[in-house]
């Protein structure tokens, strides 16, 4: 992607890096400036941004699982707070990571079915999503939601389970074609011995007559006996950087090609695999055209149409408008995280997204910047306030022109509707 102007620099930035921008921010992005919006974005606390604490910080339940009506609040309640917070946030980039890393490790509400465990994962993937790779992957390995989701917790020395050490090799770490059949099977005995303790608040404890202490071989490193030195011998793989700059890089810019993920994965290692450094060099790398164009996945598709407009979106609406576009947030389809533009680009998901276009139009204000654009025919402006100063594409506008003076409830409502189900906001 190449880009004519500081503000599409950092429109394309905010279509990245953020969940989307309000009326005004756009301006104030471009009078920062490119290496200050990506400083803002990168590293928050330098640029005087508030620290935060987690979204379920101040939030005390008692969780009954005999009391499904109380279930369901609850469930509903911590979706909430977690769009809440996506869309209110200040720091953006750090909840981007933390979606990042959600998919990557895929965890699922739908097989953990405790919400205080799959609360505390989430916030692993926050806190620690944007600093050591090695400290993040070390505690999701013994975090008891994914000691339940892929079985870690029943994985004994007599019996070791393969479902995690396979998923850490092939998914978390070094990738396909990186790690063989005995490496697993070393993964396997080195985790085992990890327990929850679901009646007791689901705790987590080591347990060594569990435990099979028996150095292994991990990807060519002797000694491999527990988890630190099974994380250790994981990130030491040269394939480790390569792999991680390459999912991350492409979560962020698209289809990029192997030079740039190479560069990338070379900043990657010398930083010793920090994850900021890496997001750094990424958003770098995008403004300077390493970036290709990529389909808007429904989340950010819809939190950014919402920040834009301004409009007030009930929970219940964006847990169906989510589902059926298929990306509700804690519930990733399998353990390789949510499908990617094949299924954003369905009937089914361009259905869903056209009925979430209208009802979000709908809920934007009378005095809404976005309906006063197009009420008056503004397409640029519009455009523009959509994080797309570029404008839009002339099918676009001509389809604008013919809803300009349509039959919704108040003038420029159709126009609305349609460009945010347009496909240049699809398009990031």
């Known amino acids: 992607m190449q880009f004519n102007s500081t503000r599409e620099q950092v429109a394309f930035l905010a279509r990245r890096a953020s969940w989307g921008l309000a009326p005004g921010e756009l301006d ?3 009078s920062l400036g490119v290496v200050a919006t990506i400083d803002r974005f990168v590293d928050p606390s330098s640029a005087g941004l508030t620290e935060e604490v987690s979204a379920w910080a101040d939030w005390n339940f008692v969780y009954d699982r005999s009391d499904r009506k109380a279930r369901r ?5 911590a979706f909430e ?3 809440g917070r996506l869309i209110s946030t200040e720091r953006p980039l750090d909840h981007q990571l933390a979606w990042f890393w959600h998919d990557h490790f895929a965890v699922s509400m739908q ?11 989430l916030d692993l993937c926050w806190s620690l999503g944007r600093g050591d790779v090695q400290a993040l992957i070390r505690q999701v390995t013994t975090d008891a939601a994914m000691l339940v989701f892929l079985d870690g917790a029943t994985s004994k020395g007599t019996a070791p389970n393969e479902n995690y050490g396979r998923e850490l090799l092939e998914l978390y770490t070094v990738g396909v074609g990186n790690f063989t059949e005995a490496d697993v099977k070393a993964v396997a005995s080195a985790l085992t011995g990890w327990v929850v303790r679901r009646r007791d608040g689901w705790k987590v404890r080591f347990v060594p007559a569990r435990h099979d202490d028996t150095p292994q071989t991990l990807l060519g490193v002797d000694g491999v006996h527990d988890v630190d030195t099974t994380i250790t011998a994981a990130l030491s793989s040269p394939a480790c950087p390569v792999f991680l700059a390459s999912k991350l890089g492409r979560y962020l810019l698209g289809d990029i090609d192997d030079s740039t993920v190479l560069a990338l994965a070379a900043t990657f290692a010398n930083a010793d695999l920090d994850i900021s450094t890496l997001a750094r060099a990424t958003l770098v790398a995008g403004v300077g055209g390493a970036a290709t164009p990529t389909v808007l996945a429904p989340l950010p598709w819809l939190l950014q149409v919402i920040k834009a407009t301004g ?7 964006l ?3 989510l589902r059926s576009m298929g990306q509700l947030p804690g519930n ?6 949510y499908p990617g533009a094949a299924t954003w680009l369905a009937s089914s998901a361009t259905a869903a997204r056209f009925s979430a276009a209208i009802d ?5 204000p009378d005095d809404a910047p976005v309906l006063a654009a197009a009420r008056a025919g503004d397409w640029s402006g519009l455009a523009d306030l959509f994080m797309r100063p570029a404008g839009f594409s002339d099918a676009t506008i001509n389809a604008l022109e013919d809803l300009k003076l349509s039959v919704f409830a108040r003038p420029g409502e159709g126009a609305l509707a349609l460009a945010l189900a347009s496909p240049d906001l699809l398009i990031a």
């Open 311 to 317: 409009a007030s979106v009930s929970t219940d609406e």
């Open 332 to 337: 990733p389809p399998n353990v390789g995280g």
């Open 81 to 83: 707070r977690w769009m």
């Open 73 to 77: 609040q609850q469930d509903m309640e």
């Open 360 to 364: 979000v139009a709908r809920a934007t």
């Open 319 to 321: 847990v169906d408008t």
């Open 111 to 121: 097989v953990v079915r405790h919400l205080p465990a799959m609360l505390a994962h």
């Open 28 to 30: 104030k992005l471009e």
